[in-house]
Every structure is written in structure tokens, then in C-alpha cells.
């Protein structure tokens, strides 16, 4: 969730704009869904002990491994995540000689570590095949690999303005080609309505909390939304250029080292799971954190209602609770983070003059 500093007006625009923009990417999963169908069967009849990589580079690497932990579970295939960068620093450890999909994340598709980490992996494993979600068909990505070999995914530049269009599109195919399960056209509608109302009726409060004078923020989440608060720290420290200092974990090792980066001008973010047995473990942190006088910092997300989030809770942002599964409901979580970011980049003055675009 990288993104360099312009307009701040024009980037809340944008944000507000990501609904649309997700509602333009179904329709570009089903044009692509047949071929994307065709692709992969190829891969899994040719290769039964095919592996499925995801990768990125610096803005992108999160929405691999998010991506990633939410398809574990299923046994059509192996998944994993690997950032580019691990892959480039030591790819005798990560890339081994297994037939491999790699899926890459890229808007520009010129990244220079991802190239490096793509040739490693051409050098590494015999059976290489590529499925890359880009903005550019024509990158130094796709130039890396042969037609016969890659899928090429390609987003028009408006949508890939913030990531979570393009972590739509990938969860849209993996999970059709990993579970068969799919949207529906009315289902897309109603979500991407529900977000766009959503984040109208809770700019207000979010602004309001980046104007509070906090340098630092604590970001917690369970399984793929720890992912998610790491992605929020870094971006979080980027966009203050370290004005704020972040930290992220997950809620259970809260007690263990991150509760002594508190203090009193620190906001707590918990991204509370919509996993019931996940979500069990929660409510027990909220109370610590109350116990301790922690409460007015504390900023809770959920997608469900529960009398010890709301009473523990000093902000309690409830998402929609939806028909549709845990990882399409993050994307509800992503833009409060995203929402809080930008409001407090620009509070510092730092994001009043250039709009916040992707940088890889």
C-alpha cells in the first residue's frame, strides 16, 4: 500500500472512488475468466505437483501474502508467499525445483528487484509459468517470460491507482480457480454499494482521530489481517516520513514487547477477525488494553457486533456484514487504513500538495 505524496483532496477522491473501481474489475475478471479457467487447468493436468507462488515488491508484497494465507486451506494445489526481494537475496532457500506458477503483482511491470527475483527463478526451476496482475502489458515482467508460459492480467491504470483493486481481481480468480467459488453481478453491486456507504458515513469520525496529536500507532491483527497491519505500519511511516512510528503484531503476542511501545500519544488499531474462532481471542485483548488505561487510544474494526468491542472500544467501526467470505471483507478494513494514513499525512501538512499515487 505504497504510494508516493500529491493532492489530498484528489487522493480522498480516489479512495472514495475504489467501490467503482472494484465494480470495473469484476468485469474485467469475467472477460478474462474463461482464458484464466484454461491457463490454469492446463498447468494442474500437465504438472500434478504444481506450485503456486505469489510475489511483490515493496507496495505489492502484502496483497500476495494476504492472498496467499486466505487459500491455504484448500487442496487443489500448494500455495505460498514469497516477497521478490527474499527471492533476489537468497533464492537457493526459497525457489526450488518444483513446477511453479508465479503469480506477481506489478503496476508498472518494471520493477527492477522483481525482474532480478523472475530471472532467478527461470535459473531455479525448469517448469516456470507466469500469471502477472500488471498495468502494463508490455513491462519488463512480461518480457521475462514467453507466451505460451504466462497469463497476463492487465488492469487499466485507474484501477490499479490503490492496491485493493488489484487485490480484488486476485482474489476474484483464486478463489473460482482454487474453490470455484464466484461472485455474483447482484452480489458485486451490493458489496461495492455497502462500502461506498460505508466509508461516507465514517470519513467523519476517522478524520477526526488522524487530527488527534498521536506520533505513534499500534496495529493488530490475527492470520491474514496481521498481514494487513504490517502493510498499515509501513504505510503509515512512509507517508509521515517517520513522523509517526508504527509497529504491528498480532493480537495474542500483544503482551509480549509490543505493549511497551505504548504511551500517551499512541492510537491502537485491531483489525478483529471474522473467523468465530479467531475472533475469541479478541475481546480478552480489549479488556487488557481498557484495563490498563489504554481505552481512549484504542480503534476497533469489525464486521460483527459485540457488547465487548463496543464497551472496550474508544472508536468501534462496524463493516457490513455481507454474504460473501473473510477476504473480500478486508477490502472494508484496507480503506479505514488507507482513509487514516492519508488524513493524518495531510494533518501533518506532508500530503497537501501532491496526490498519492502507487510507486512500484
Avoid at 483532496?9 to 482464458?35: C, G, M, R
Avoid at 503496476?107 to 527475483?117: I, L, P, Q, W
Wanted: net charge negative.
Amino acid at each position: 500500500m505504497t504510494f508516493t505524496e500529491n493532492n489530498a483532496l484528489d487522493s480522498a477522491k480516489v479512495i472514495a472512488q475504489q467501490p467503482q473501481l472494484w465494480q470495473e474489475t469484476y468485469v474485467l475478471f469475467l472477460e478474462n475468466k474463461l482464458s484464466l479457467e484454461n491457463f490454469f487447468l492446463r498447468l494442474i493436468t500437465e504438472h500434478v505437483d504444481l506450485k503456486v507462488i505469489f510475489t511483490g515488491t515493496d507496495s505489492t508484497t502484502w496483497i500476495g501474502d494476504m492472498i496467499c494465507s486466505h487459500f491455504l486451506e484448500q487442496s487443489l494445489v500448494l500455495v505460498d508467499h514469497i516477497k521478490a526481494t527474499d527471492m533476489m537475496a537468497n533464492p537457493d532457500r526459497f525457489l526450488q525445483n518444483v513446477p511453479t506458477l508465479l503469480v506477481s503483482f506489478s503496476e508498472s511491470g518494471d520493477d527492477s528487484k522483481h525482474v532480478v527475483a523472475m530471472n532467478l527463478a527461470h535459473q531455479s526451476i525448469d517448469h516456470i509459468y507466469h500469471l502477472i496482475f500488471t498495468c502494463n502489458p508490455v513491462g519488463a515482467l512480461v518480457k521475462q517470460s514467453t507466451d505460451s508460459s504466462r497469463f497476463i492480467f492487465q488492469l487499466p491504470r485507474a484501477v490499479c491507482s490503490f492496491d485493493t483493486s488489484m487485490m480484488f481481481a486476485a482474489l476474484l480468480t483464486f478463489d473460482w480457480l482454487l474453490n470455484q467459488n464466484m461472485m455474483t453481478a447482484s452480489e458485486v453491486e451490493a458489496f461495492c454499494l455497502a462500502a461506498e456507504d460505508f466509508l461516507q458515513i465514517e470519513k467523519v469520525a476517522i478524520t477526526r482521530l488522524a487530527d488527534r496529536s498521536f506520533d505513534r500507532v499500534v496495529y493488530l491483527g490475527a492470520g491474514p489481517l496481521e498481514v494487513l497491519a504490517h502493510a498499515s505500519a509501513l504505510e503509515m511511516l512512509q507517508l509521515t516520513d517517520g513522523q509517526v512510528t508504527t509497529i504491528a503484531s498480532s493480537p495474542l503476542a500483544f503482551s509480549h514487547g509490543v505493549k511497551a511501545f505504548v504511551n500517551d500519544r499512541t492510537i491502537i488499531v485491531v483489525f478483529i477477525s471474522s473467523i468465530p474462532y479467531t475472533r475469541q481471542y479478541d475481546p480478552p485483548l480489549l479488556k487488557e488494553i481498557a484495563s490498563v488505561g489504554m481505552r481512549q487510544h484504542l480503534v476497533v474494526t469489525c464486521d460483527q457486533d459485540h457488547h465487548l468491542l463496543t464497551q472496550h472500544g474508544h472508536l468501534f467501526f462496524k463493516v457490513p456484514t455481507m454474504a460473501v467470505t473473510e477476504p473480500y471483507i478486508n477490502l472494508f478494513y484496507t480503506m479505514i487504513s488507507q482513509t487514516l494514513t492519508i488524513d493524518k499525512s495531510n494533518s501533518l501538512g506532508i500530503g497537501s500538495t501532491d496526490d498519492l499515487v502507487k510507486t512500484e
